[in-house]
């Protein structure tokens, strides 16, 4: 059987990615670099703050939490494996 995704998971891998990107905890939309989750329609999703404005680009589109947990672990992958 498969795990349920939680916004606590996801808000627990979003405060993770900030912190590799060196980001400090709370984000809001004058943080420039932070993700946030965002959800809409019943749907959950990935952005970040590109500036102090608030505006916002799209990292993982909306989708269901579990594709979204899944998409953001590997981008979580990818940006340790840049990093080595």
């Known amino acids: 059987m498969t795990q349920r995704i939680t916004n606590q998971m996801l808000d627990a891998r979003v405060s993770y ?3 590799i990107v060196g980001i400090k905890e709370p ?3 004058k943080t420039i670099g932070g993700y946030a989750v965002y959800s809409a329609y ?8 590109v500036s102090d404005s608030g505006a916002v680009t799209t990292i993982v589109p909306l989708g269901t939490k579990k594709v979204t947990f899944n998409r953001l672990c590997s981008f ?8 080595k």
């Open 17 to 19: 990615l900030n912190s």
């Open 27 to 29: 984000v809001s939309y």
């Open 42 to 49: 019943g749907s959950t999703g990935i952005e970040k703050v």
């Open 76 to 83: 979580i992958d990818g940006i340790v494996a840049a990093k």
